[in-house]
T-cell receptor, first 114, second 114 residues
Framework: DAGVIQSPRHEVTEMGQEVTLRCKPI?????LFWYRQTMMRGLELLIY????????DSGMPEDRFSAKMPNASFSTLKIQPSEPRDSAVYFC????????????FGPGTRLTVL | GEDVEQSLFLSVREGDSSVINCTYT??????LYWYKQEPGAGLQLLTY?????DMKQDQRLTVLLNKKDKHLSLRIADTQTGDSAIYFC??????????????FGQGTTLQVKP
């Protein structure tokens, strides 16, 4: 298996633009997680899905952030409009979703908002 | 909910042992994990321990779990420059059911000096 795939790997955009980050989880995994990592705040869980259903989005910073999982093999995280403080590395992770199962992380998308 | 805390930085000399510590608040976690993040990469599972174990050894890695004190540690023997990375401890979130959700600490940056 190719592992968790994220695209793009790097994104540079200007303040006010819409940004869409994409994730393909490992086939057969039931849970998908979106994280944000910054020097100041460390690793933060933004939202996670189980069987394509959002379970907990309490980590989403504000209404500018939204996430979807239309099917078991694809998820998006959208920021509209983007702001410089959104600059971070965004990770997607997937898990089989059973007790004791680990999470498998993608390589991350480094977002820079100018 | 679960809270996981780690010291932020550790510096050792090549060949020495490294000990990275972690404390957690919720003793209902079934599994506790150590992840490693190398520069520019996602988190990767290093090792884990089942909550009814006190110790687990895997080559140069030794995990110690003190459930009474809610303390987890990772010892790396004969530390090499390639071990320089950020190390995260994590516990499964028992309260979230079978979703694979984990609670991560802030991460400890291990610097290995030659």
């Amino acid at each position: 298996d190719a592992g968790v795939i994220q695209s793009p790997r790097h994104e540079v955009t200007e303040m006010g633009q819409e940004v869409t980050l994409r994730c393909k989880p490992i086939s057969g995994h039931n849970s998908l997680f979106w994280y944000r990592q910054t020097m100041m705040r460390g690793l933060e869980l933004l939202i996670y899905f189980n069987n394509n259903v959002p379970i907990d989005d309490s980590g989403m910073p504000e209404d500018r952030f939204s996430a979807k999982m239309p099917n078991a093999s694809f998820s998006t995280l959208k920021i509209q409009p983007s702001e410089p403080r959104d600059s971070a590395v965004y990770f997607c992770a997937s898990s089989p979703g059973l007790s004791g199962d680990t999470q498998y992380f993608g390589p991350g998308t480094r977002l820079t908002v100018l | 909910g679960e809270d996981v805390e780690q010291s932020l930085f550790l510096s050792v000399r090549e060949g020495d042992s490294s000990v990275i510590n972690c404390t957690y608040t919720d003793s209902s976690s079934t599994y506790l994990y150590w992840y490693k993040q190398e520069p520019g990469a996602g988190l990767q599972l290093l090792t884990y321990i089942f909550s009814n174990m006190d110790m687990k050894q895997d080559q140069r890695l030794t995990v110690l779990l003190n459930k009474k004190d809610k303390h987890l540690s990772l010892r790396i023997a004969d530390t090499q420059t390639g071990d320089s990375a950020i190390y995260f401890c994590a516990g499964d979130d028992y309260g979230s059911g079978n979703t694979g959700k984990l609670i991560f600490g802030q991460g400890t940056t291990l610097q290995v000096k030659p």
